[in-house]
């Protein structure tokens, strides 16, 4: 690995669970000797992406929330989707969430609340399950097929274990089923409390960006309601792909 890689690595071994680590730590989960340790540390340090919490350990700096404000701004899918959610949540009276995927990992990176009693547990930022939910299935739905079967392969035991198929054809099966339906809904797949419909969003290009979801209480999601919202929430999926190829067009003039 490169420099550049392993001093990245440490940044990799942040999480929810483990957000401060101790230089000893480091040390010895990236198998680092101690000089080359100290100076990836201080250099990550220096830069703001890390900074010291304590006597020898670390936390995130403050240069990551910096990024985080920079890419709110600067996201394209974000900023077509941002005023579209807006009206939607205000119309059909749920939750819209939009939900990107980032080589393995889902992750939402936006949300319009509408319905101030419903309690999500995921948010921006925080990594959701890859095949749990309508939002990362809808994704998986329209990916390449060979990043599907690499993705496949990678998880093939999990898949099984979700009844999901056991081979890449069985699986394939569930993504072509669920690209035709359009849209996908889950009925507390993730969270108790929530249901949600999610359609995909695709850049000028064809390829899977983002997927735009309404969210709401178990309760509220009848066959009624479904059908009410499917239009609605589709409608949304074009104006938020118009605005993506708007975008495109001016960069491009």
Same mark, same amino acid.
């Given at each position: 690995?490169?420099?550049?890689?392993?001093?990245?690595?440490?940044?990799?071994?942040?999480?929810?669970?483990?957000?401060?680590?101790?230089?000893?730590?480091?040390?010895?989960?990236?198998?680092?000797?101690?000089?080359?340790?100290?100076?990836?540390?201080?250099?990550?340090?220096? %830069?703001?992406?890390?900074?010291?919490? =304590? &006597?020898?350990? $670390?936390?995130?700096? #403050?240069?990551? !929330? +910096?990024?985080?404000? *920079?890419?709110?701004?600067?996201?394209?899918?974000?900023?077509?989707?941002?005023?579209?959610?807006?009206?939607?949540?205000?119309?059909?009276?749920?939750?819209?969430?939009?939900?990107?995927?980032?080589?393995?990992?889902?992750?939402?990176?936006?949300?319009?609340?509408?319905?101030?009693?419903?309690?999500?547990?995921?948010?921006?930022?925080?990594?959701?399950?890859?095949?749990?939910?309508?939002?990362?299935?809808?994704?998986? %739905?329209?990916?390449?097929?060979?990043? =599907? &079967?690499?993705? $496949?392969?990678?998880? #093939?035991?999990? !898949? +099984?274990?979700?009844? *999901?198929?056991?081979?890449?054809?069985?699986?394939?099966?569930?993504?072509?089923?669920?690209?035709?339906?359009?849209?996908?809904?889950?009925?507390?797949?993730?969270?108790?409390?929530?249901?949600?419909?999610?359609?995909?969003?695709?850049?000028?290009?064809?390829?899977?960006?983002?997927?735009?979801?309404?969210?709401?209480?178990?309760?509220?999601?009848?066959?009624?309601?479904?059908?009410?919202?499917?239009?609605?929430?589709?409608?949304?999926?074009?104006?938020?792909?118009? &605005?993506?190829?708007?975008?495109?067009? #001016?960069?491009?003039?």
């Amino acid at each position: 690995m490169s420099s550049l890689v392993r001093t990245l690595a440490i940044l990799d071994l942040f999480t929810e669970a483990r957000s401060t680590w101790h230089f000893d730590a480091i040390m010895a989960a990236l198998d680092y000797s101690r000089p080359t340790a100290y100076r990836y540390i201080k250099d990550l340090a220096d %830069a703001g992406y890390l900074q010291r919490v =304590a &006597a020898g350990r $670390y936390a995130l700096g #403050a240069k990551i !929330i +910096e990024l985080d404000y *920079l890419v709110r701004k600067s996201d394209p899918v974000l900023t077509a989707a941002t005023p579209v959610m807006d009206d939607l949540a205000r119309r059909v009276g749920l939750d819209a969430v939009l939900t990107a995927m980032f080589r393995d990992r889902v992750i939402d990176i936006h949300r319009v609340q509408s319905d101030k009693a419903l309690h999500l547990t995921y948010g921006r930022g925080r990594p959701r399950p890859l095949f749990y939910g309508a939002s990362p299935k809808i994704i998986l %739905a329209h990916l390449d097929r060979a990043l =599907a &079967a690499k993705l $496949y392969k990678a998880n #093939a035991d999990e !898949i +099984e274990k979700l009844g *999901l198929g056991d081979s890449w054809p069985e699986f394939r099966d569930h993504l072509n089923a669920w690209r035709r339906a359009g849209v996908y809904v889950s009925f507390r797949e993730v969270e108790a409390g929530a249901c949600a419909m999610a359609a995909p969003i695709l850049n000028p290009l064809g390829e899977v960006v983002a997927a735009l979801a309404l969210v709401g209480a178990p309760d509220r999601f009848d066959l009624a309601l479904l059908d009410q919202i499917r239009p609605q929430l589709l409608q949304a999926r074009r104006q938020v792909e118009m &605005a993506l190829a708007d975008a495109r067009t #001016a960069l491009d003039s």
